[in-house]
Nanobody
Framework: QVQLTESGGRSVQAGDSLRLSCTAS????????MGWFRQAPGKEREFVAV????????HYADSVKGRFTLSREHAKNTVYLQMNNLIPEDTAVYYC???????????????????WGRGTQVTVSS
């Protein structure tokens, strides 16, 4: 059974950069699509980005396109979310999840993910 652990969240200033990591463990081969969602206080969990098992396909939410970059390192069973030019609206708990789909019309839907991590807090002050 796969287990996902996020790390890297902290408090930063607007305009700063941050890199989140999500490491998979549990014995399964790291051959699945991986995604990030985030949830701000009082709001629903929303899609951020997803990467295919090979790393060749990446989809981003419009709100982060051009600022965030998702990549993966198979040797470390880890995906990285590089977040640049952070704004206060990026403040949220960030969760990684195993994505069952990579089609763009489906990756934004929570039910197409399983094996969520516990999340890491990102706070951006102005």
């Amino acid at each position: 059974q796969v287990q996902l652990t996020e790390s890297g969240g902290r408090s930063v200033q607007a305009g700063d950069s941050l890199r989140l990591s999500c490491t998979a463990s549990g014995g399964e081969k790291f051959t699945y699509n991986m995604g990030w969602f985030r949830q701000a206080p009082g709001k629903e969990r929303e899609f951020v980005a997803v990467i295919s098992r090979s790393g060749s396909i990446v989809h981003y939410a419009d709100s982060v396109k051009g600022r965030f970059t998702l990549s993966r390192e198979h040797a470390k069973n880890t995906v990285y979310l590089q977040m640049n030019n952070l704004i206060p609206e990026d403040t949220a708990v960030y969760y990684c999840g195993r994505a069952k789909e990579i089609r763009s019309e489906l990756v934004t839907q929570l039910e197409t993910y399983d094996a969520w991590g516990r999340g890491t807090q990102v706070t951006v002050s102005s």
